[in-house]
């Protein structure tokens, strides 16, 4: 079925690096696809998303890169801060249907 | 304070209770959404609305869930017969239809002892 999953569970950085959290999704009838940050206690905050028809999308900090070929997503943080640390979930979704597929999330520990 | 708002934060409720959740989206979204998030998983769809129109549901939703949205405003989501499989975060989210961009709320922790 659909499924969208992370390839680490945990990722630990320090402050100041940059960080990828990578992602492998299975339909490729997906047509949206979104980075969410969850902390602890907390609903997801949207963090940046891209169409299906684009291979990178910049925001503040972060960037977020699309490879349709081999169906991986990934979010960049430049500059990586404590406040940073989060677990990170990919979500994809077809146009067709509006509901978001979640996959399992990575944590993200920024050490000072 | 203008995003989503879910009551209650925490419910504790004994199996075989019936509970009721509470959404309100921001005010302005016509779809609304409902998930539920086990502890190091991701948020699982349960159903969403357009207006007041129940228009996708999972097969996660069994009988004993049901969701209203009466209005086309608030939602809400109830279980009756509580199992202790039911224990989760259940999430709200609201979007509008310009853009697919979904706003979560902070969620219900429910507790089924």
């Known amino acids: 079925g659909e499924s969208v999953g992370l390839h680490l569970p945990t990722l630990s950085v320090q402050e100041g690096d940059n960080s990828i959290i990578n992602c492998a999704y299975s339909?490729?009838?997906?047509?949206?696809f979104i980075w969410y940050k969850q902390e602890s206690g907390k609903g997801p905050q949207f963090i940046i998303d891209?169409?299906?028809?684009?291979d990178k999308r910049q925001g503040q900090r972060v960037t977020v890169l699309l490879n349709k070929t081999v169906k991986h997503l990934s979010l960049q943080i430049a500059a990586t801060q404590p406040g940073d640390s989060a677990v990170y979930f990919c979500?994809?979704?077809?146009?067709?249907?509006?509901?978001?597929?979640f996959g399992s999330g990575t944590r993200l520990l920024v050490r000072p | 304070d203008t995003g989503v708002s879910q009551d209650p934060r925490h419910k504790i409720t004994k199996r075989g209770q019936n509970v009721t959740f509470r959404c309100d989206p921001i005010?302005?979204?016509?779809?609304l959404y409902w998930y539920r998030q086990t502890l190091g998983q991701g948020p699982e769809f349960l159903t969403y609305f357009q207006n007041e129109a129940q228009l996708e549901k999972s097969r996660l939703l069994s009988d004993r869930f049901s969701a209203e949205r009466p209005k086309g405003s608030f939602s809400t989501l109830e279980i009756q017969r509580t199992e202790q499989g039911d224990s989760a975060m259940y999430l709200c989210?609201?979007?509008?239809?310009?853009?697919?961009?979904?706003?979560f709320g902070p969620g219900t922790r429910l507790t089924v002892t």
């Open positions: 339909n490729s009838a997906s047509d949206y």
């Open positions: 989210a609201s979007s509008s239809t310009i853009n697919y961009e979904q706003y």
């Open positions: 891209i169409r299906s028809n684009m």
């Open positions: 979500a994809e979704m077809m146009d067709s249907s509006y509901k978001l597929i």
């Open positions: 005010s302005e979204h016509n779809r």
